[in-house]
């Protein structure tokens, strides 16, 4: 029951994604009353005041580290994702261009500092990587975009900067500002478990409106999700995510850092923001129909594959400690 509490936005995502799939056409209504830019809005307006800023603010003491560890996620999983949307394009040009979507995004709000926390790493650096990264992202995305789906269609990034500032970045600026507020800061202190379940049935329900238009647009059958290219995908999911976090770590021990900042930086750098990837596909390619479903995935694979790698960081520090005690 434990586990189950644990991982319960990934058991009911997976389960919305299901229904969506299979269903689509009984939620007409809701698709009509969804409006992706105010919904990722509003996710993203729950976790910036959801965010310390104090701890933000005392950790800018290193902004050339900061910024390397910005750049490094940002190239890292976006060199991997174009890689793997090569394999993925001759069975699914949605998935392709969902991937390298879902690869362009900046680092999660809601849990990349947590899982460094939970890992024992640096949380207040992850915390300012985490937000430098969004901050930086209206410009550094559209960008990556720019060069990685010019095979799949033509973008201009220039139309992209000002609605990314209108729904990811000013949204979290505004919930800063209301989190320093005296009597606002005291209640969120007080209702952050609130917040965060709020952020994230919201993130539910912008995937399953996100799945259910897309399925609605071209029809439900094997031409469309034929189980050799979800397959593909998987691979391609798992590994994108899996070598990121080894290679973030790689960068980060090249670099000198301390074991604190490279947990940081693995957590930082290999996670991608679900909400905002949703808002791209559903903005600027409306066309492919199903290139939300690579992002659902990775999303639901990197809290997987996080939460398994926290467990076992964890177990071994135990261990580690429980060897040191007995030594002694």
């Known amino acids: 029951m434990r586990s189950l509490a644990r991982h ?3 058991i009911v995502l997976t389960a919305t994604v299901a229904v969506g799939l299979r269903w689509p056409h009984h939620f007409d209504w809701l698709i009509r009353w969804m ?24 950790s800018l003491k290193r902004p050339l580290r900061v910024l390397t560890a910005v750049f490094g996620g940002y190239l890292i999983v976006a060199s991997l994702g174009y890689f793997a949307s090569i394999l993925l394009a001759p069975t699914s040009r949605d998935f392709a261009l969902g991937l390298l979507v879902i690869s362009a995004m900046p680092t999660t709000l809601a849990s990349a500092a947590i899982w460094t ?8 650096f992850a915390l300012v990587v985490t937000i430098a990264s969004n901050m930086l992202s209206f410009v550094v995305a559209p960008m990556i975009l720019f060069v990685t789906v010019g095979s799949l269609i033509s973008l201009d990034p220039f ?29 969120l202190s007080r209702h952050k478990v609130v917040l965060s379940v709020l952020s994230r049935l919201l993130t539910i329900l912008i995937v399953f409106t996100a799945v259910t238009a897309g399925v609605r647009e071209v029809g439900v059958g094997g031409d469309h999700l034929a189980m050799y290219a979800l ?35 693995v957590f930082t750098g290999a996670q991608k923001t679900l909400p905002a990837a949703l808002y791209v596909c559903a903005e600027f390619f409306p066309t492919f129909s199903f290139a939300t479903i690579p992002c ?6 990197q809290l997987l594959f996080d939460s398994w790698l926290v467990e076992i960081i964890r177990t071994r ?12």
């Open 8 to 10: 319960w936005f990934v």
């Open 117 to 124: 926390r939970l890992a024992g790493g640096n949380e207040a």
């Open 159 to 187: 139309e992209m900067v000002p609605k990314l500032v209108l729904v990811v970045i000013l949204p979290v600026v505004a919930g800063q500002a209301l989190s320093r507020i005296g009597g606002v800061s005291s209640l």
């Open 296 to 301: 659902v995935s990775y999303h639901v694979f």
């Open 317 to 328: 520090k135990r261990r580690a400690s429980a060897t040191e005690s007995n030594d002694s």
């Open 35 to 58: 409006d992706p830019g105010w919904n990722v809005a509003a996710v993203m307006l729950l976790n910036g005041l959801a965010l310390d800023s104090g701890q933000f603010l005392r």
């Open 231 to 265: 397959g593909i995908l998987t691979v391609a999911v798992i590994a994108v995510h899996g070598v990121a976090a080894v290679l973030c770590w790689a960068q980060g021990k090249a670099l000198g850092w301390g074991r604190s900042d490279r947990l940081a930086l």
